[in-house]
């Protein structure tokens, strides 16, 4: 069965890198589909950022960046949990080896 993801036209998802994994990846059966450049609109992900900047996190000021980060960590479970949506926070091996 046929599996599809649909992205951004962000740079990470069209690099040289990515491209070359395609092919292998269409004949695995999974497609990729890019949504319209500078169409935000139809990705579902930049309504819930627009939604945490706006609700979650305006006006409120941050020190540094771990700060930033735990608030919006924090923004994203309360509107999970207004929106009676599961959330999960995971981690990523970030000891890659060069």
Not at 67 to 95: C, M, P, W
Request: charged content about 25%.
């Amino acid at each position: 069965m046929p599996k599809y993801l649909v992205q951004d036209n962000g740079s990470i998802h069209r690099c040289q890198e990515v491209q070359q994994l395609w092919s292998n990846w269409e004949q695995m059966g999974l497609y990729i589909f890019f949504l319209p450049k500078y169409c935000s609109e139809m990705n579902p992900i930049e309504l819930e950022w627009q939604h945490l900047k706006k609700d979650e996190l305006a006006g409120k000021m941050f020190d540094d960046e771990l700060e930033l980060a735990y608030a919006v960590i924090d923004g994203v479970q309360a509107r999970g949990e207004k929106g009676n949506h599961s959330t999960q926070r995971v981690k990523f091996n970030s000891n890659r080896s060069a």
